[in-house]
């Protein structure tokens, strides 16, 4: 059973900065695609940022966070972390860990959810 493990949330003043982890019990040749989403209160889970797991690491990025977020990879680990600086009030929310994973057969594709960490911007 693949696990997903996210750590790094907390609460940071507007400016801020806080780098989040995920780390991936599943198999890192199978793993296509590693990602965050974000869930703030009364809305929609929605994403953040993805990071090919092999081959070219291409990255994505919501327009909202483009040129504040990174996402990483190191592969030796199985982890992903998601760098966050000038974070703003907006981006309050509960941060998922998402893994795309091919099964035995590479003939589909699962996705995998963290159990999310809380991220708290103060104004």
């Known amino acids: 059973q693949v696990q997903l493990v996210e750590s790094g949330g907390g609460l940071v003043q507007a400016g801020g900065s806080l780098r989040l982890s995920c780390a991936n019990s599943?198999?890192?040749?199978?793993?296509?695609?590693m990602g965050w989403f974000r869930q703030a209160p009364g809305e929609e889970r929605e994403f953040v940022a993805s990071i090919r797991a092999l081959g070219d690491g291409k990255t994505y990025y919501a327009d909202s966070v483009k040129g504040r977020f990174t996402i990483s990879r190191d592969n030796a680990r199985n982890m992903v972390y998601l760098q966050m600086n000038s974070l703003q009030p907006a981006d309050t929310a509960v941060y998922y860990c998402n893994a795309e994973i091919w099964d035995s057969t590479f003939s589909s594709r699962h996705a995998y959810w963290g159990q999310g960490t809380q991220v708290t911007v103060s104004s």
């Open positions: 599943g198999p890192t040749f199978r793993t296509y695609l």
